[in-house]
Nanobody, 125 residues
Framework: QVQLVESGGGLVQAGGSLRLSCAASGRTFTFNLYAMGWFRQTPGKEREFVAG???????NYADFVKGRFTISLDNTKNMGYLQMNNLKLEDTAVYYC?????????????????WGQGTQVTVSL
């Protein structure tokens, strides 16, 4: 079993920055083997892919965050991060981290086995 816990969400003004963290734990888990992804969801909408990073640190971003968000891993600490800069009103959502069933980055939520509880990000004027 793998446990994921997100933190770092909050209220920020448009144009500001936040850094989300994802702490992973579990008896046999290691970010060295599985890709990690960040997703987000707003009420009434499906969960959407934001960014992903493979065990080899290959990254993939949704078009709407390219150039603004950066995903990273610290394998020594089993921590994942999402640095979010130049936040926009439309970035308001609950953000989830998840671990994939394989090492390569995938954008489909169905390919992720474990999920955190989510952290709220609210961007205001």
């Amino acid at each position: 079993q793998v446990q994921l816990v997100e933190s770092g969400g909050g209220l920020v003004q448009a144009g500001g920055s936040l850094r989300l963290s994802c702490a992973a734990s579990g008896r046999t888990f290691t970010f060295n083997l599985y890709a990690m992804g960040w997703f987000r969801q707003t009420p009434g909408k499906e969960r959407e892919f934001v960014a992903g990073i493979s065990w080899r640190s290959n990254t993939n971003y949704a078009d709407f965050v390219k150039g603004r968000f950066t995903i990273s891993l610290d394998n020594t600490k089993n921590m994942g991060y999402l640095q979010m800069n130049n936040l926009k009103l439309e970035d308001t959502a609950v953000y989830y981290c998840a671990t994939a069933r394989r090492g390569a980055v995938v954008a489909s939520a169905d390919e992720y086995a474990y999920w955190g509880q989510g952290t709220q990000v609210t961007v205001s004027l």
